[in-house]
């Protein structure tokens, strides 16, 4: 390659700067500097990353994002960030929608009336805020007459908590005993146990 | 018992059940039917007693664990009698669907917690908006194969999501808006503010209430100062902000005018 | 002052970062950080533009403007820019663009202030974005002295989205209540019981 190792860096941490919270991704690195290998990109990223992590004098840091990373400022900034009316603060998940979120991570494809089972509560407005926060997204329908709407988990969910893969998502604490399923009397409870009874 | 926690800490019938097994110390895995259902009644007792309309959910819950309570206390029946037209349901067989169902929603809910941390640790971290590019790229964007474009949808989404963070950002709107904010009144505002001010005031920052009502009463306010000659505006140029000073009349302003007199 | 230096530039190092092309005044700066004079951050901010400069490894600067300075990417970055800026995206129009053109699409015509309004924050570039790409175009000035300039789309909107003609939008009204059933922040029922409760 002909570039220096300082002069991609210095062209990354442009490019970060850049498109500030849409980050880049490997992909777009690779494509501006078609000379270097993803490997020495993903090195350098890792160095940048290391580099600003240690160096008191900076207020940023990279943050992994699906495929990329992107620049932002370090977690003692908020205070600081947040004196400016320019940064849109957004609001927290409400524990309505968090839970919502939480079972659709774990047993996606999962419709509506399935996490209303788990929940004991109606979820609808939780999956409504979930969509238009675009954390969970459509991924099918249910097989059978009922035709539900199946929900699944976005990259963007990913992104929202930091994750990197679903792998990172904490094990339940305990297996789940019983299979969910397409559930559509509104009497969940009773049904369940109506199975259970017909099972002997 | 009493009733130290609200209500709005629970988030159904499932959540409040398992707070009375945290709160009873029960073990989860060998409820007492009778004990839970009367401590989940008394406390839904409690909120009829100021006449919440109580969820249907709750209720549900409430006529489940009677008809389990119930059953306990009765015989189990001959095995000939499931012939009949209901068969007989086993109150030990609907304890333990509970059970799995408390447990399965208490492995979420705590899921849930970990997913607050990490929200919150996210939230700590803020990044600039993205530069504007656009000088670089392909203007023209019906080039752009319809595949890749962006869809009435996309553009939907991005006005509801505008739309659903102002609300989250300013949960008493709703009252504001029936307010009654009487023009005068926003024009003795903008006076106050433009003569503690002693400076010209950016058109935008006198309207720092982003609701629609007050954006129009300040507008018309506006109008009125300046045919008044209390006040001027001056753009210098397109996209510039309009600067407000006081006019020439600014003194005959009377502070004291009556505010409903418009 | 309580601050050290490093932390010092780091806090100014963040704000850069945050405020980009608008940049940042010494009197904004002087308000997040009451605890140093005006000398001292001129200081400091004179030693990063040194650094930044001398740092082959940045790819960033210190740009002056009136009463302050704001981040840039220094100059040999626009090559990279442009690079960059023609890879094809998977979302041609960014979220801000998007969110004015509705609110042109359904609002015109209209200003920028009232577009403003609307958003919350600033639309200039946003505007500039979508007139450089076409897709809205100016209808005329507002009545009275300020004479601001109104907004209105283009037939390459209608193109662009697929329509035949506005009245394919879905009517506004509706938006507006399927997004205030969307409004997750609490159940009805919880909300109802706190009134009671605050009534006690």
Chains 1, 3 share one sequence.
């Not at chain 1, 900034?77 to 004196?83: L, P, R, S, V, W």
């Not at chain 2, 015989?75 to 509970?98: I, N, Q």
């Not at chain 2, 670089?136 to 752009?144: A, K, P, Q, Y």
């Amino acid at each position: 390659m002909n570039l220096k190792p300082a002069k991609i860096h210095s062209i990354i941490e442009g490019l970060l700067y850049l498109t500030g919270e849409e980050g880049l991704t490997l992909d777009q690195i690779g494509k501006v500097l078609p000379e270097c290998t993803g490997q020495e990109i993903t090195n350098l990223v890792e160095q940048m990353r290391k580099d600003y992590e240690e160096n008191d004098e900076s207020g940023l840091m990279i943050v992994d994002q699906p495929n990329g990373f992107r620049l932002t400022t370090k977690p003692f900034m908020a205070d600081y960030a947040e004196k400016f009316a320019v940064i849109p603060k957004t609001a927290p998940l409400s524990q309505a929608a968090l839970e919502t979120v939480a079972i659709i991570a774990y047993k996606q494809p999962v419709s509506r009336i399935a996490i209303e089972e788990i929940r004991g509560v109606k979820s609808e407005r939780a999956l409504q805020t979930l969509m238009v926060k675009g954390l969970i997204k459509e991924v099918g329908r249910a097989e059978g007459s009922g035709r539900a709407i199946l929900y699944g988990i976005t990259p963007v969910f990913l992104d929202y908590f930091g994750l990197h893969d679903l792998s990172e998502l904490p094990p339940l604490s305990e297996m789940m005993k019983h299979q969910n399923e397409q559930m559509d009397a509104y009497d969940l409870f009773y049904d369940h146990y109506k199975e259970t009874i017909n099972d002997l | 018992m009493e009733y130290k926690v609200k209500i709005d800490a629970f988030e159904g019938p499932l959540d409040l059940l398992l707070h009375l097994i945290k709160k009873l110390e029960i073990d989860i895995y060998d409820i007492p039917v009778a004990e839970i259902t009367d401590q989940y009644l008394d406390f839904i007792h409690h909120m009829q007693k100021i006449e919440l309309n109580i969820a249907s959910e709750y209720l549900l819950m409430a006529a489940t664990l009677i008809a389990m309570k119930s059953r306990m206390l009765l015989p189990k029946p001959e095995l000939d009698d499931e012939d009949g037209d209901e068969p007989y349901e086993d109150p030990e067989m609907a304890r333990e669907a509970l059970m799995q169902q408390l447990i399965d929603y208490r492995q979420f809910k705590e899921a849930a917690e970990t997913l607050k941390i990490n929200e919150g640790e996210r939230m700590q971290l803020f990044a600039k908006t993205p530069s504007d590019l656009s000088s670089f790229e392909n203007n023209d964007l019906t080039s752009i194969p319809v595949s890749g474009r962006a869809t009435v949808h996309d553009m939907l989404r991005a006005f509801q999501r505008l739309m659903l963070k102002k609300k989250l950002e300013q949960p008493l709107s709703t009252k504001i808006d029936r307010q009654i904010l009487p023009i005068g009144h926003q024009m003795n505002k903008v006076m106050n503010e433009l003569k503690r001010a002693d400076h010209p005031l950016s058109f935008q920052s006198i309207f720092s209430y982003p609701d629609r009502t007050h954006f129009i009463v300040t507008f018309l306010a506006l109008l009125e100062l300046m045919k008044m000659n209390a006040v001027i505006c001056r753009q210098s140029d397109n996209f510039d902000d309009i600067l407000i000073n006081l006019g020439e009349g600014a003194d005959e302003f009377e502070a004291s005018e009556d505010p409903f007199d418009y």
